[in-house]
């Protein structure tokens, strides 16, 4: 499929036309509305295999690990490639955290992207679709295993959440315990915001580290690949004590964007090398040729 030259021009205006249709950024998804949600993220009837995962993730994820990990992320570049070379290179990985999909990572993001693409949603959503799990890359740079790559993500400096999954499994965490991180507050204050809290650390954190400084990215696409994985606050409500005005609009941008990368994992394959055309040209307008990883 040839791409125009004027590609940008082309898919501004297409984006022109969807809004004047009335479909925005933050309309309800479509492509979903036929499919059976129950059947998505049952924990509890997972495998061994998630069970582990999340036992050992829940165990692992300490305030430490989390202060010790950024302070080593932010000393070296660990690769030098571009988005669709990053999204072959991780094509290997298979995500030990998901009960839904045994699908390569190359055919969720295609699957993200496309799903958000039907549904008429803007350029630089669908581009956020295709990369927003790219920081998955960490497990291939030399991450401690996969519980510090995938899974949910929660707040850690203040007391587990009962709506994080399988929330028994922190009994083995040792700030369970603390005196000070066991408490519902913690280290936080009262409504201070998600920017002033910590994450437990893994791919949405980094991939958001990474592309803010090297995308034209809006800050609602930057927002889906922060808090994708951050499922007790977007879904279940939790964490309303840390949150604040100022998170509403994220929010709205990560609610927005979660059924396509939920519910798309259950639709039928993609073929990488005919969309490819498609999905450079985003990526040209949106990244940096090379991205420093």
């Known amino acids: 499929m040839a791409i125009p030259d004027n590609f940008e021009v082309v898919s501004d205006a297409v984006d022109a036309v969807n809004i004047l249709k009335g479909i925005v950024w933050d309309a309800t998804s479509q492509f979903d509305a036929e499919k059976d949600k129950t059947q998505f993220r049952q924990y509890e009837d997972a495998c061994d295999r998630v069970k582990n995962f999340y036992k050992e993730q829940h165990e692992k994820q300490t305030m430490e690990f989390n202060l010790k990990i950024r302070v080593e992320m932010r000393k070296t570049v660990r690769a030098r490639m571009g988005i669709w070379e990053a999204m072959e290179k991780l094509n290997t990985l298979v995500d030990h955290s998901d009960p839904d999909t045994e699908l390569s990572q190359i055919e969720h993001l295609l699957q993200t992207a496309e799903a958000i693409r039907r549904d008429g949603k803007p350029d630089w959503m669908q581009v956020t679709g295709l990369v927003h799990d790219l920081g998955k890359l960490l497990y291939l740079f030399g991450s401690e295993g996969q519980w510090d790559?995938?899974?949910?993500?929660?707040?850690?400096?203040?007391?587990?959440?009962?709506?994080?999954?399988?929330?028994?499994?922190?009994?083995?965490?040792?700030?369970s315990k603390d005196v000070v991180y066991s408490t519902e507050c913690g280290i936080y204050k009262r409504h201070c915001g998600l920017d002033n809290v910590m994450l437990s650390w893994g791919h949405d954190e980094y991939l958001y580290h990474i592309l803010k400084e090297q995308s034209s990215l809006p800050e609602e696409g930057l927002a889906m690949i922060r808090y994708h994985s951050f499922y007790p606050w977007h879904r279940e409500g939790a964490y309303a004590h840390l949150t604040n005005a100022s998170d509403e609009k994220a929010l709205a941008a990560v609610r927005a964007f979660n059924p396509y990368d939920l519910y798309s994992k259950s639709d039928g394959s993609v073929d990488p090398a005919a969309l490819k055309p498609y999905y450079e040209a985003l990526i040209k307008k949106y990244f940096n040729n090379v991205i420093e990883w």
């Open 149 to 175: 790559v995938v899974g949910d993500t929660f707040v850690v400096g203040c007391a587990f959440s009962d709506k994080i999954v399988l929330p028994q499994t922190f009994a083995g965490n040792p700030d």
